[in-house]
């Protein structure tokens, strides 16, 4: 695909077939992850794959109970009155635990999280460790989508995060991004409309 058509496609999708990942395509995106750039040079990504959705079941359990919070909170960031936000939560909200399941396959983007807690940074640079990682995420979408693959994810809320990190046995110092899933689109999969920018709005020259 020309890397423009990439760009374009890549979309959250929320509806997957069943339809194997191979593990060729599934090593290939994440070897897409070490060639985004890096703070200090360091790459310091780990991954975990499930396989399988009984396998998934037993990681994704915490989400179940943060569900209703996770609701709340998304209601109160919406007096924006956007609508196409809100087509997409309408969407999405109640997708959240099935679309981490239905493609069989599950990744945890883990990096290694120095000097910092993560949740504790004292100036922008603290976070450079999870900006990194997020670079990395960015560059497994859009190898994914080269693929012919759909991909979404989930941010932990809550304690979601240490209740997993706890079940999957992650090591000390490490921390996951987000339950990132990919797999074949399903038929059907609803995509919300993406927003109309005009990015000559957006550009200011010189000064804002
Ligand atoms: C930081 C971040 C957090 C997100 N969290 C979630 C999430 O928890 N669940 C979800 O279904 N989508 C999540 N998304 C996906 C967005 O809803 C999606 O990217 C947005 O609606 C734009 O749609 P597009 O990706 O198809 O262009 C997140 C995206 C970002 C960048």
């Known amino acids: 695909m020309e890397f423009y058509d990439v760009l374009e496609k890549r979309r959250t999708y929320r ?20 060639k985004a750039p890096t703070n200090d040079h360091l790459r310091q990504l780990e991954f975990i794959v499930i ?73 922008q640079s603290s976070l450079n460790y999870f900006a990194s990682a997020w670079c990395a995420l960015e560059n497994m979408l859009l190898a994914a989508t080269n693929e012919g693959l759909g991909t979404v994810f989930h941010i932990p809320v809550g304690d979601e995060a240490e209740q997993i990190k706890r079940i999957v046995h992650a090591p000390e110092g490490y921390e996951f991004l987000c339950l990132l899933t990919m797999g074949y689109p399903a038929e059907n999969a609803f995509l919300p409309k993406q927003k109309d920018i005009n990015i000559e709005e957006r550009i200011h020259t010189n000064a804002w």
């Open 51 to 123: 396989r399988g959705q009984e396998n998934i079941a037993k990681v994704i359990a915490p989400l179940a109970k943060n569900m209703a919070m996770f609701k709340e909170l998304v209601s109160e960031v919406d007096e924006s009155g956007d609508k196409d936000k809100m087509a997409m939560f309408a969407d999405a909200l109640p997708k959240q635990q099935k679309m981490l399941m239905q493609s069989g396959l599950l990744i945890l983007p883990f990096f290694r999280q120095l000097t910092w807690p993560l949740l504790k940074p004292t100036e």
């Open 15 to 34: 509806d997957f077939s069943d339809r194997k990942v191979s593990d060729e395509i599934l090593r290939r995106v994440i070897n897409a992850a070490f």
